[in-house]
């Protein structure tokens, strides 16, 4: 079960990371234990750690935020545009002196709008990562997400595109990023010298790292799990399409999240914004009773709500690393980014599955029109 030394190894996790490397075109993929200790190894890869801020998107899991405090560091929340994603044009407010990096996320399978904050992160000379725990296999502009900023990350959690259960993934064009890569996943070492002919004399770069090695079961799994990746992704975007394109001509006022890249997308959830939370709300147990499933995320908040993050409290003493004696300090409050206060709670997510058949998908259409339509008669004057 360990991928480095034992009996009858199989080279499953090694057979994963070529994969993705082949599939992605990208020369350095290393598999780890979990989306969050990708978020972590690329953060250490790129040396970021105490006194250093990162931006994050303030509509997110938490857990790209909380690795960022892992790290040491202090998330600074960057405000959503319309689609849900990270809006580059707020990136100017919350940048200062101490930021290194930013993470973009996107959303539920939708490409982020890459060019701008690429540009940004570029005039500033910070990194950009690419967190792609919800969205494996989105692309923008013909490039798959994951493989266009400086360093990506992936999840293969029970509830991402595909599943070990468990397990994640970092990718990356830079050798050396990719070096601290493997050596902050492994304690410090080095053991893939041989596979890609990187040498590292008398060890005189090693840090001290931790253990987020992916064990060769789960990478076994992953490698079975990826051959299907393809036509999951397929079936995502052909039902998804079809039936935003079947409600868009029955309901010609209805509003869906906007998308950078309509060729890019996943399909793998069909976000609908309301004018209010409580038509999203309404909609939502209305559609829930249809068997259809519908949601907000994060209970309808900015991930920077959380009261772990909100407060600042960490397990650390005296709250490290938001103790750090920042010249601008890092402050929180509850509407510090107002169109993700405003947009998270108003916008209605339906999960598209890949294995949806021809009556799902029309079972689907028919009952969102139903609600909709019973909606707008509800609000009408």
Request: some cysteine.
């Amino acid at each position: 079960p360990f991928r480095y030394y034992g009996p009858e190894l199989q080279g499953s996790t090694q057979s994963l990371e070529d994969a993705i490397a082949r599939d992605f075109g990208v020369p350095y993929v290393l598999a780890v234990t979990s989306g969050t200790a990708a978020l972590i190894v690329a953060m250490k890869a790129l040396g970021i750690g105490y006194g250093d801020k990162v931006i994050v998107p303030a509509n997110t899991f938490i857990a790209t935020a909380g690795a960022v405090v892992c790290c040491n560091a202090v998330p600074v929340f960057c405000d959503v545009d319309d689609s849900l994603n990270l809006d580059p044009n707020d990136l100017e407010r919350v940048y200062d002196e101490d930021v290194k990096a930013i993470i973009v996320v996107p959303i539920l399978g939708n490409p982020v709008d890459l060019d701008p904050v690429l540009e940004f992160a570029k005039s500033k000379n910070i990194a950009v990562i690419e967190d792609m725990a919800q969205s494996c296999g989105v692309r923008y502009k013909g490039k798959y997400g994951g493989t266009i900023g400086d360093i990506g990350t992936f999840s293969f959690q029970m509830n991402k595109i595909i599943t070990a259960g468990e397990g994640g993934a970092v990718a990356t064009r830079d050798q050396k990023l990719f070096e601290r890569a493997v050596r902050y996943h492994d304690q410090g070492l080095f053991r893939h010298k041989a596979r890609y002919g990187i040498d590292s004399p008398d060890e005189q770069y090693a840090f001290a790292g931790q253990n987020y090695r992916m064990s060769d079961i789960a990478g076994a799994v992953l490698a079975e799990q990826w051959k299907k990746l393809p036509s999951i992704l397929a079936n995502m975007k052909k039902r998804h399409d079809s039936i935003q394109r079947a409600l868009a001509a029955e309901l010609p006022d209805i509003r869906f999240r906007r998308c950078p890249d309509p060729d890019g997308h996943i399909g793998s959830n069909l976000g609908i914004i309301f004018p209010s939370a409580e038509a999203a709300q309404t909609f939502n147990r209305a559609l829930n009773a249809e068997n259809i499933t519908a949601t907000v995320l994060y209970g309808g908040k900015p991930v920077y709500m959380n009261p772990q993050l909100f407060y600042q409290r960490t397990a650390e003493k005296d709250n490290f690393p938001f103790n750090y004696p920042f010249k601008n300090p890092v402050v929180y409050t509850e509407n510090m980014c107002p169109r993700a206060v405003d947009l998270i709670p108003r916008t209605t997510f339906i999960p598209i599955s890949p294995t949806l058949t021809d009556r799902d998908e029309a079972d689907i259409i028919e009952g969102v029109i139903k609600v909709y339509k019973a909606l707008q008669q509800t609000v009408s004057p």
